[in-house]
């Protein structure tokens, strides 16, 4: 009987099957590597670009950070010596501008002197404790204490001299009568009011 030998591979096949494998895998390689490096660049831009928005984003909120103030009353003395005394269902001051004080439903009380004080009522207030400044807005309403009424959308009270100012109309009614205009100014000192544009009067006799 003759043996057959089974047929032996050529030699140096199994080094260029290796050699081939190798180099698949390399050019998979280098193909995968610069994508996974991509990918994680842009993972990383995305990251700090978020944390930059949500940083962008609070700062805002950290600085108009407001400060309520429970039964906020303040008091002084006008150059006259009267007194005025400024209140607010809710006070909120801010923690940037700490002079500011927000205040809302207002209520302003002068000193009439020898006659009945004037009042002053709005929805919104804003008062600056270094000027004296105080800047009412909002069905704002005048009471001088003899039966004289005004209805006005906005007052700028100086609480220094007692001058009353507004340039948003006004309409006002009592004793003697009835008057509107589209802007105007008191003087306490004085007593003296000025009235401009289309100012319309209605005398009681």
Sequence with gaps: MTDLAAPQPA????????WRRRSGLIRVL?????????ALVLALAGYFT?????????????TQTEIKLVGARFMGRMEDG???LIGAGQAMRSDTVLQEVVLIDPVLTL???????????????????????????????IDDGDG??????????DTR??????QEGLAGDGPLGQVSAKSYEVDRDTGKVTMK?????????
């Design 11 to 18: 030699p140096g096949t199994d080094r260029m099957s290796a």
């Design 30 to 38: 280098r193909w995968l590597l610069p994508a996974l490096m991509g």
């Design 50 to 62: 978020f944390s930059s928005i949500q940083a962008g984003d609070a700062a805002p909120r950290e």
């Design 82 to 84: 009267r007194s005025f």
């Design 111 to 141: 000193d009439g002197g020898t006659g009945a004080p004037s009042r002053m009522t709005a929805k919104r207030g804003i008062y600056d404790e270094k000027t004296r400044i105080l800047r009412l807005s909002g069905d704002v309403r």
């Design 148 to 157: 004289q009424r005004v209805a006005t959308n906005d007052a700028i009270v």
């Design 161 to 166: 001299s007692g001058k009353v100012s507004g």
């Design 197 to 205: 544009g289309r100012v319309r009067a209605r005398i009681e006799k």
